[in-house]
């Protein structure tokens, strides 16, 4: 099972950026699929996830109304289309994949089982 995540780089704030996460070795149809992202010298946090199931969305504040994560099941792949970006953001980006998990625990990066190995995203004038 592979996760491989793409399409970080540097952009100014304000820009955008998409990220893409192509998994492969395994359907994942209905996992539940996640970013997480990791801060220079901070540890890290959940970003957004999408339920294997119902196709909910979920989001940390400092996502909410700037980044928008969706899936494409043919594809096997999960985006984070990213707006607004702001100095803040600047981090490398991780996919992660689960599967057979209570809703409750979808934030918790402790409750996923395959990683991808992260893009970094720089964002700086």
């Known amino acids: 099972v592979q996760l491989q995540a793409s399409g970080g780089g540097l952009v100014q704030p304000g820009g955008s950026l998409r990220l893409s996460c192509a998994a492969s070795?395994?359907?994942?149809?209905?996992?539940?699929m996640a970013w997480f992202r990791q801060g220079p010298g901070k540890e890290r946090e959940f970003v957004a996830a999408i339920r294997g199931n119902s196709g909910s969305t979920f989001y940390e504040e400092h996502a909410k109304g700037r980044f928008a994560i969706s899936r494409d099941t043919v594809k096997n792949a999960v985006y984070l289309q990213m707006n607004d970006l702001k100095p803040e953001d600047t981090a490398v980006y991780y996919c992660a994949t689960r599967s057979g998990q209570i809703l409750s625990t979808i934030r918790d990066q402790n409750y996923y089982h395959y990683w991808g190995q992260g893009t970094l995203v720089t964002v700086s004038s």
């Open positions: 070795g395994r359907t994942f149809r209905r996992d539940d």
